[in-house]
């Protein structure tokens, strides 16, 4: 699969509110630092995680499924930190539970092409196999040196 530069920029631009999917408390995890850089960047990430539902991440409450997210939450994207197997339920009660939705969006590992074409159907855009975090960095020029930043910033430097 590929994405234009300007189809990915015009979603990461249109997009203010990310449910992330397989979202962990643990910050070593990339699901962590991702959700973390993401809302550095002015985005509202709400984590789903049905092993931590009730905790706070990122001043935010975690969920335990698509469903709970609040129906006055106007999500624009579902990104999934899941394996691929997991894909079609998740699609499957995005449509159901978020009628604003415009885009899901598989990380990198992730690809579903059953999925993809279902989501399509219902008028969403779908990106696979790819990060937000990285295509933000790489689509707004924020890649450092390393050709990395993980959004993390220390009080020692």
Not at 6 to 27: A, D, E, F, W, Y
Not at 115 to 126: C, D, I, M, W
Request: charged letters at 20%.
């Amino acid at each position: 699969m590929t994405y234009s530069d300007t189809h990915l920029k015009q979603i990461l631009q249109r997009t203010r509110i990310i449910v992330c999917v397989g979202m962990s408390p643990n910050p070593i995890r990339p699901s962590n630092y991702v959700g973390r850089y993401l809302s550095l960047r002015g985005y509202r990430v709400i984590p789903v995680n049905p092993g931590h539902a009730g905790k706070q991440l990122f001043g935010e409450t975690v969920q335990p499924d698509l469903a709970s997210i609040p129906k006055d939450c106007a999500v624009d994207m579902v990104d999934i930190f899941r394996r691929s197997e997991s894909v079609p339920a998740i699609v499957d009660e995005a449509i159901e539970s978020l009628p604003e939705l415009k885009t899901v969006w598989m990380q990198i590992g992730v690809e579903h092409a059953a999925s993809a074409a279902v989501a399509e159907a219902a008028g969403l855009t779908v990106i696979q196999n790819r990060c937000p975090k990285i295509e933000y960095q790489r689509l707004f020029s924020e890649l450092r040196m390393g050709g990395f930043n993980t959004g993390i910033i220390s009080s020692k430097l």
